[in-house]
């Protein structure tokens, strides 16, 4: 690791620390010339998400459900290094890199209708860091464990700043009871540090049941107890954007009602990742990209 500075220091010290945020949530303050509502904005730099009602028709949900499935059921797709299995069921949780392995997942990461959103509010020019689908069976789809995405992408793979956001595409309707996305609003203000020095290859592990870059229960406790608890639930085609410092994590679906979608995470292009602030050697590319990175190529697209 180089001796620049590190200012979100986390799994170094025996305690957690609550540190301030130093960076912007939302880069731009001409809210009249978002891609969406203002209130919209404005929501997501208070709660650090908000969710777009179908976003996507049922037509278009239903070609993607479909690519999903076929990689889904595909032999070779199963036994790439990019594939994620669940621990014990060994089903498919999640494939990742595919706006590169894609054809047709490349096109919805540069659909304007959401990448447009992701670069008005990090305020410039954008690429991938990183993309993934992401299946919850029923009955069987196990629970993620609360965290950050940014400590975790800070730590281990040397995102310098909280310039970064999540689009997440439901291919399925989410509900209270199929394992939704939860979320802390407003603890984006609030930088985690978690205890634990980083294992080698910790992401092998860790994309299956995460143990290090997991914030302590007090921690947890305290920002439930000031925020609450919210549900990213809405139909097929809904589309919910959140901050990379979100704490947020996922119940289990012990329900028949399977829950799919579609990940993409938006990097600013000045954000480009660095060495790890950690002793470990870098994450695989496919899991963060490390370049050299290109702005995206964002335009209207057609699925139908």
């Not at 209708?113 to 069976?137: C, T, W």
């Not at 290090?212 to 439930?224: F, H, I, Q, R």
Request: net charge negative; glycine share 6%.
């Amino acid at each position: 690791m180089s001796s620049r500075e590190d200012l979100y220091p986390s799994r170094q010290l025996d305690q957690p620390q609550w540190l301030e945020r130093q960076d912007p949530v939302v880069y731009r303050d001409d809210l009249e010339a978002a891609p969406v509502a203002p209130e919209l904005i404005a929501q997501f730099e208070r709660d650090g998400y908000m969710v777009l009602p179908e976003l996507f028709s049922p037509q278009e949900v239903a070609v993607l459900r479909a690519e999903l499935e076929r990689l889904r059921q595909d032999p070779d797709i199963l036994a790439s290094d990019e594939a994620v299995r669940e621990p014990q069921s060994g089903a498919l949780r999640s494939l990742f890199e595919i706006h590169k392995s894609n054809t047709l997942f490349a096109r919805v990461a540069r659909d304007a209708r959401i990448a447009e959103v992701a670069r008005f509010i990090l305020g410039g020019d954008l690429y991938i860091h990183q993309s993934r689908m992401n299946f919850k069976p029923g009955f069987t789809g196990k629970e993620f464990y609360w965290h950050s995405d940014f400590e975790t992408w800070h730590v281990e793979d040397g995102m310098p700043r909280m310039r970064a956001l999540s689009c997440s595409i439901l291919l399925t309707d989410n509900d209270h009871n199929n394992g939704p996305l939860m979320l802390m609003p407003g603890s984006h203000r609030h930088y985690i540090t978690c205890v634990g020095e980083t294992p080698e290859n910790h992401y092998q592990q860790s994309l299956r049941k995460q143990e290090y870059g997991v914030p302590d229960d007090n921690s947890l406790s305290e920002l439930a107890s000031r925020y609450g608890i919210d549900t990213a639930t809405g139909p097929a085609g809904s589309v919910v954007f959140f901050d990379c410092n979100t704490m947020h994590g996922s119940n289990s679906n012990i329900t028949p009602a399977a829950r799919s979608n579609l990940f993409f995470v938006y990097n600013q292009l000045d954000n480009a990742l660095q060495d790890p602030y950690c002793k470990q050697s870098p994450r695989p590319g496919f899991i963060a990209d490390r370049g050299p990175v290109e702005p995206l190529n964002i335009a209207p697209q057609e699925y139908l």
